[in-house]
C-alpha cells in the first residue's frame, strides 16, 4: 500500500512554547476546513467515483491530507508543551487544557470539537469535486474578507 517513513518530510523544531498561538492553529487540525476534514473527505468520496484516475487521485491527495495533520499535531504540541498553570490560563488556553491537558483533540480555534458535518460526500461527481475545490480553497490577502482584517498601514 504505502511506504512510511517515521519521521516527518519537514521536521517541526519549536523553540518556545506559545499556548496562544496553538489556541489558532488547532483550527487547522481540526476545524471546518482543518487537515482531518480534508483528509477524511478525499478518502471516502472515493468510493463513489466513477473514474479509476480520480480514485487515485483522491487516494494520494487524502494520504497526503493525514500527513499535513501529523505537522500541524507537531506544531501544537511543541506550542503547548511544558507550560505552567499561568502560562495556560494567561493564554486562553485553558479551556482546551481542562479537557485535554496537552493531548492533541481536533478542535476549532474556538474550541468546536471536529464533526463530520464539516464533510461532504454526495456521491456525485461534480457535487464532490466541487466541494473539493471549495473545502481546499486557499484565500489570499486580494480577497474582500480579508480586506477587512488588515490593518492600516
Known sequence: MWIYEKKLEYPVKIKNPNPKLAKAIITQLGGPDGELGASLRYLNQRYSMPYDEVIGILTDVGTEELAHM???AAIVHQLT?????DEIKKSGFDAYFVDHTAGIYPVSAAGVPFTTSYLEVKGDVFADLNEDLAADATPTKEQPQFQKLRKPV
Open 81 to 85: 508543551r511544558n507550560l505552567s498553570i
Open 70 to 72: 501529523e505537522i500541524i
